[in-house]
């Protein structure tokens, strides 16, 4: 090896005149220092673009680690509580509950999804009740309570859609009662959106908001979810009549413009890293504030890669989530939530 750093001589050198090929525009003069790198940065990462997902379970101060899912736990409702503490001391605006319904509860029709004593409406009263100043988010789909772990109702084979739509309306307003600032329907059962909203304003909750999972793809990375509320076992068959093909974009603008029409107040795409051109379609078109969903496959990954030592944990984490703001998202789900407001707090 060498040990100078003199260039590679060839007779290359005598006629080589970069200066003139790029006429003196340099893109490396705005790299050269990290104060400029600063100056000119076109996207940041903010503790306020974050919205933390947590899986809850029955019992008391009980926590269980999701095994596919390095440092994240089930939580129950008084950890839960501990839980929306942390994420206000950290600045995170939003909370999303997934309950891991314990399975004598699950039925054919997931009857407990409408038990106002249900593990979410527990956590959203309970969490309301030390009054803290968060967003609660809920998740609007039958999959967590139902046997056959399908987002709807099934007649035979059949995913069967406005009977499953009625359901949904009758859990949206048992979470609003129970608290719920933001409903997040992520079923994808057609007309859905609207019949929401409708039946929250019914019941005078003009004022929860609606997230829309609107381009939810029928998507691989969902595994590690599935294992976190208990439903990767049951699941029967696939959710590829109701969750979107991963080949289509033209039909992710269809969905979000129903979505929007319906009522939606945001929409969101997910999964997140493999969806950015959606993500970057979607802002584009509708400029309405628009999500990421960066979900348990995408984490998981990121933290198998690191524990291997092939990949290093905060920065890919960083950069992962920092692409989401480039692609023109106003926030992000994020399982990494309570780690990176962490270090954007220690960075100040
Ligand atoms: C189901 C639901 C899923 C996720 C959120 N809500 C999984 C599915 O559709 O099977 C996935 C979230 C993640 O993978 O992090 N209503």
Known sequence: ?????????????????????????????????????????????????????IF????????????????????????????????????????ALFPNTPSELRSENGAEALNPQNLTCKALRAIKQANLPIGLMTDVALDPYTTHGHDGLMAGEEIINDATVAQLCRQAIIQAEAGADIIAPSDMMDGRIGAIRQALDAAGFENIQIMA????????????????????????????????????TNEALAEAEL??????????????????????RLKQQFQAPTFAYQ??????????????????????????????KRAG?????TYFAPAVAKLLQNNK
């Open 1 to 53: 090896m060498s040990t100078t750093n003199k260039p590679f001589q060839s007779s290359i050198d005598e006629t080589l005149d970069v200066n003139a090929i790029l006429q003196g525009k340099r893109m490396r003069r705005n790299r050269r220092f990290d104060w400029s790198r600063r100056l000119i940065k076109e996207n940041t990462l903010s503790t306020n673009d974050l919205i933390w997902p």
């Open 329 to 333: 998202a106003d926030g992000i789900l």
């Open 213 to 248: 999972y609107s381009a939810k793809y029928a998507s691989a990375f969902y595994g590690p979810f599935r294992d976190a509320v208990g439903t990767s076992g049951t699941l029967i068959g696939d959710k590829r009549t109701y969750q979107m093909d991963p080949a289509n």
């Open 56 to 95: 809850l379970i029955e019992g008391d101060n009980c926590r269980e680690q999701v095994s596919s899912m390095p440092g994240v736990e089930r939580l129950s409702v008084d950890l839960a509580v501990e839980a929306a503490r942390k994420a206000v001391e950290l600045g995170i605006p939003v909370l």
């Open 295 to 324: 979900v348990s496959g995408e984490y998981a990954m990121i933290c198998a890669a690191s524990q291997n030592g092939w990949l290093d944990h905060d920065k890919a984490m960083l950069e992962s989530l920092l692409a989401f």
């Open 259 to 280: 979505d929007l029409q319906e009522g939606a107040d945001m929409i969101m795409v997910k999964p997140g890293l493999p969806y950015l051109d959606i993500i970057q």
